[in-house]
């Protein structure tokens, strides 16, 4: 069954649809999960957890999906909202001293009962106010949950590139890319001789993106290594919308193309 004929089907017939789906893209969606996940009972955990998403609701996400839509894209960003799910439960159960250290004894509180207890936020003032004698109001708690996660933002989103990075060959720049090419394909579009990339500009290129930002690192793998559109970026990783992704990858491949011809001049 083609991909077309699937599509097809899951407006006709959404279970066997479904079933159809997980026989033919299940070693897909493992290697998917693979690339984030190497723990074998996590993987076969957020396996259940998308098998799951896929049947919510009479097969609602199946019934939805767009007819001139790609599976493989739109599998990448179930499968990357699953282990973000995953990797935001496990990150409940601490915080990183660089983050605490910053907070005051209020906001403490306030990450122990809203991030690791689950406390529904409506109820975190009169809990403080209760056990701890102290004053706190719900817009406190507001703003101490957008700082705390503003400042956690940038270390899950390393976790999750750590998870990418882990049990897989390095970023491959130098393979050709059918969704708009590789970065590589990028920075020598002005070139006068875009054939004459050595093996040494990709060594070049792979240093200057381990230079990267944790964030910046993640939004090149999404966009040049999973192929990932715009506006599926900006969901996994929370942006605006998906002209701010465009924006920031045209800075972040200048400032590559910088690096590498700067590091080639030397």
């Not at 750590?162 to 897989?168: D, F, I, S």
Request: net charge positive; proline share 5%.
């Amino acid at each position: 069954m083609t991909d077309a004929a699937l599509i097809k089907k899951f407006k006709v017939d959404p279970a066997a649809g479904y079933s159809a789906l997980l026989d033919r893209y299940t070693p897909i969606i493992l290697r998917m999960i693979r690339r984030f996940l190497s723990d074998p009972d996590e993987v076969m955990e957020t396996y259940t957890s998308i098998c799951e998403r896929l049947r919510q609701k009479n097969f609602q996400a199946l019934r939805r999906f767009r007819i001139n839509s790609d599976l493989t894209p739109w599998l990448s960003v179930v499968v990357a909202n699953a282990c973000r799910d995953l990797f935001r439960r496990n990150r409940m159960i601490s915080i990183p001293k660089s983050v605490i250290s910053r907070l005051n004894e209020r906001e403490k509180l306030i990450f122990k009962y809203y991030f690791q207890d689950h406390v529904p936020q409506s109820e975190i003032p009169e809990t403080i106010e209760g056990r701890h004698g102290m004053p706190c109001s719900s817009i406190d708690v507001a703003r101490a949950i957008e700082r705390i996660d503003r400042m956690l933002s940038v270390n899950k989103r390393w976790h999750l590139l750590a998870a990418l990075g882990a049990n897989r060959p390095t970023l491959s720049l130098d393979d050709s890319s059918d969704s708009g090419g590789t970065i590589l394909d990028q920075l020598l579009a002005e070139s006068d001789d875009p054939d004459s990339s050595t093996p040494a500009q990709v060594t070049l290129l792979n240093r200057a993106v381990k230079n990267l930002d944790p964030e910046d690192q993640l939004l090149v793998l999404l966009r040049f290594e999973h192929e990932m559109r715009a506006h599926d970026i900006a969901k996994v990783m929370h942006f605006e919308n998906h002209r701010y992704v465009y924006t920031r990858l045209r800075t972040v491949v200048n400032r590559l193309r910088r690096e590498v011809i700067r590091a080639e001049s030397v």
